[in-house]
């Protein structure tokens, strides 16, 4: 029996047919530019150390103090988003609540603009609700500290696009990919007024990190082989058409960060791929990517009761988000 092919012309046709696809689909899907940082980090500057101790202060109000916060304990999701209003005002922006109805209940998204000189628009969000029973301090305080670190950092610097830190309500179960997401309530209403959205980044679950062996897990099989074993990255995830803008988010955040990083575009049906308020915006048509520490993949307190503020390492997520900064600079053309 003849089981691989002799000929030159049979040899063409298996180049042809499998190993051009697999390589053109690797360069689209899973290579990534520059360099992902390695070896001992550097001590955190004094900017980094300042940082730090705001991300943990937030995290401690939302998930410590307020708690559980969704529909069914609705007065800490209120509290919540009056905490996150008055820490936009106090940065000097000017908070906009957008409401909308669930289960007779009013929810609202809460957006701070920096106009820009053009257009187009840059959106940076994070869902602060938690999943019930949860307190929700990675997921997703982390990510709502980060955004308000990352909107008073921007706070009245110029720039070519117009930036939108944006908090969602309802991210978790059960409004995940729902229309009634605040997220995909959001992205509708955008896509409604024909907002020019550029990019959007989500910041969900980037507080926990590993260096043990074994300690990070994939949704496929094969991924392994391709990514480290230890979850001490972050991950930069979107769909293959929003290719472009993952890979111009971690070039950019390889060029000064002190913490690993992967990437990866990869189908949306792909189990985690599409497990935030990215994928609201990719229903509307727009460019989204997630960034994450993959969240189940590695954190052994995903949407438990355990989930709690003193389980995250402040030094990491505070270069994650001194590393954002060099993201959102370069995607909205911020000049110092």
């Known amino acids: 029996m003849k089981l691989l092919p002799t000929s030159p ?3 063409l046709r298996v180049l042809l047919l499998f190993v051009l696809p697999a390589m053109m689909a690797w360069w689209s899907m899973i290579r990534m530019p520059g360099r992902s940082f390695r070896g001992v980090p550097p001590p955190l500057t004094s900017a980094e150390l300042t940082l730090r101790e705001e991300l943990r202060a937030d995290v401690q109000e939302i998930a410590g103090t307020i708690g559980e916060r969704n529909v069914e304990h609705y007065q800490e999701l209120v509290t919540a988003a009056d905490y996150l209003a008055r820490s936009f005002a106090e940065a000097g922006l000017h908070p906009r609540r957008e409401g909308y109805e669930v289960t007779g209940k009013l929810c609202e998204n809460l957006e701070a603009e920096i106009a820009g000189q053009g257009p187009e628009i840059v959106v940076i969000g994070a869902h602060y609700d938690s999943v019930l029973g949860s307190p929700g301090a990675n997921d997703n305080g982390s990510g709502v500290a980060a955004l308000l670190a990352l909107a008073r950092r921007f706070a009245g610097k110029p720039s070519a696009r117009t930036l939108r830190f944006v908090a ?3 991210e978790e179960p059960g409004y995940f990919q729902t229309e009634q997401m605040g997220s995909w309530v959001y992205a509708h209403r955008c896509q409604e007024r024909g907002d020019r959205i550029a990019a959007m980044i989500s910041l969900e679950t980037i507080g926990y990190f590993s ?9 496929m099989a094969g991924l392994h082989l391709l990514y480290p074993s230890a979850g001490n990255f ?10 472009a803008l993952v890979r111009r988010a971690l ?18 049906n792909v189990p985690g791929i599409g497990w935030s308020d990215h994928w609201a915006f990719w229903q509307h048509g727009y460019a989204a990517i997630m960034v994450t520490d993959t969240a189940p993949f590695r954190y052994p307190h995903y949407h438990a009761r355990s989930d ?3 389980k995250l390492d402040y030094d990491s997520m505070a270069r994650v988000v001194q590393g954002l900064q060099n993201v959102i600079s370069d995607l909205a053309g911020v000049s110092d």
Not at 238 to 243: A, E, P, T, Y
Not at 251 to 268: H, I, K, M, V
């Open 234 to 243: 972050i991950g930069f995830v979107g769909n293959f058409s929003s290719r």
């Open 168 to 170: 969602f309500a309802n």
């Open 308 to 310: 709690t503020p003193e």
């Open 211 to 219: 260096d043990a062996p074994g300690s990070q897990k994939y949704p």
């Open 251 to 268: 070039g950019a955040f390889r060029t000064q960060a002190t913490l690993p990083s992967e990437g990866a575009a990869l189908p949306a």
């Open 9 to 11: 012309g049979a040899l």
